[in-house]
């Protein structure tokens, strides 16, 4: 599912443009392996399309010279002598080749200019503008587009069976590209952004082990790993990734209720772990207390039975009852 967002109208300089998406490199697959071409250059090797601007001629001189050569072949058709005739559908044809030539480009948008098959450039400039009428030109949309992928079950690093989901934001930003190197861009988007988010799913647990990457509590870092590796995937259709994350992360059905007692088993030994910590630094400092003040002198066998009794109190999960010693401290 893919949604296009507008974006401004700014007048992009005439110049050759390069791009090079996040994360990938110019002529580069995302396996690594060169970018042949589908095409030919003058010299018989292989070429890598890449977008070059086009102004075109202003399109309004051209649309009130197309307007004036009609007028003037009906003015001549109207005078009906047999030499006004054949000059009258000679303006005629002049002046319907000069509109054929005329195009419209909206904000968001860029023509795809060919002449004979042959690749000549992109008109990104907007409003009426006039190229070549023997050319085919072909619409591409190069406003910000949403792309949310479906819902898919895969096993994490672990062999956890999870359900996992992104949504991708990205934006054509070389239409050479994206017209001549592959089919369609926009299945090419959504197929290779479904790729890299089940191998992000793959290459990382749903928890973290220790200090580790996970998907679940690293989330920074699985946006800017999955942004890169979408980013390389579709750097060859001429499309750059704005961002991607992660819309839904769960375990399966089947394992989520295990997986749920798990977390909690872990989320208590932390707690306990923490509780005892402190225990144990509480009755070490009333310890040394004691000692330091001289308020009471305490053999071994006292200061074991004071420190069993203290854990008892601070580590227990219910209230302690106390019990008043009456008689002496060894009776």
């Not at 250059?41 to 197309?66: F, H, I, K, S, W």
């Amino acid at each position: 599912m893919s949604q296009d967002t507008p974006t401004g109208g700014t007048e992009l300089p005439a110049e050759r443009r390069t791009v090079a998406p996040r994360g990938a490199v110019e002529g580069t697959a995302p396996g690594g392996n060169p970018i042949q071409g589908n095409a030919l250059n003058r010299g018989g090797d292989a070429a890598v399309y890449a977008e070059q601007l086009r102004r075109g001629l202003p399109g309004g001189t051209m649309l009130a010279a197309g307007i004036v050569a009609i007028a003037g072949s009906i003015a001549l058709f109207g005078l009906g002598e047999p030499g006004t005739v054949g000059a009258g559908a000679g303006v005629l044809v002049v002046g319907i080749v000069l509109l054929r030539g005329l195009i419209a480009v909206a904000p968001g948008q860029a023509r795809v200019i060919q002449l004979l098959g042959r690749y000549t450039g992109t008109v990104r400039q907007t409003g009426l503008r006039w190229v070549n009428p023997f050319t085919t030109r072909r619409r591409v949309s190069t406003r910000i587009r949403n792309h949310q992928t479906d819902v898919t079950k895969v096993n994490d690093a672990d062999g956890n069976p999870i359900e996992i989901a992104a949504v991708v934001v990205w934006q054509v930003t070389d239409t050479a590209k994206a017209v001549f190197e592959v089919d369609d861009f926009a299945e090419f988007v959504a197929i290779q952004a479904e790729t890299a988010v089940r191998h992000i799913a793959n290459s990382y647990p749903y928890d973290a082990h220790g200090d580790g990457v996970s998907l679940r509590d690293s989330a920074d870092e699985i946006t800017e790993k999955l942004a890169l590796e979408i980013g390389a995937r579709v750097a060859p259709a001429g499309v750059t990734i704005v961002e991607a994350r992660l819309s839904h992360l769960a375990y399966a059905p089947e394992i989520a209720q295990a997986m749920l007692r798990r977390q909690q088993a872990t989320a208590v030994v932390a707690a306990r772990t923490r509780i005892v910590e402190g225990a144990v630094g509480m009755v070490q400092l009333a310890l040394d207390r004691l000692s330091e003040q001289e308020i009471v002198q305490l053999d071994e066998e006292r200061k074991a039975a004071m420190v069993s009794n203290l854990l008892v109190v601070l580590c227990g999960d219910r209230d302690t009852q106390p019990i008043v010693n009456t008689g002496t401290l060894y009776h």
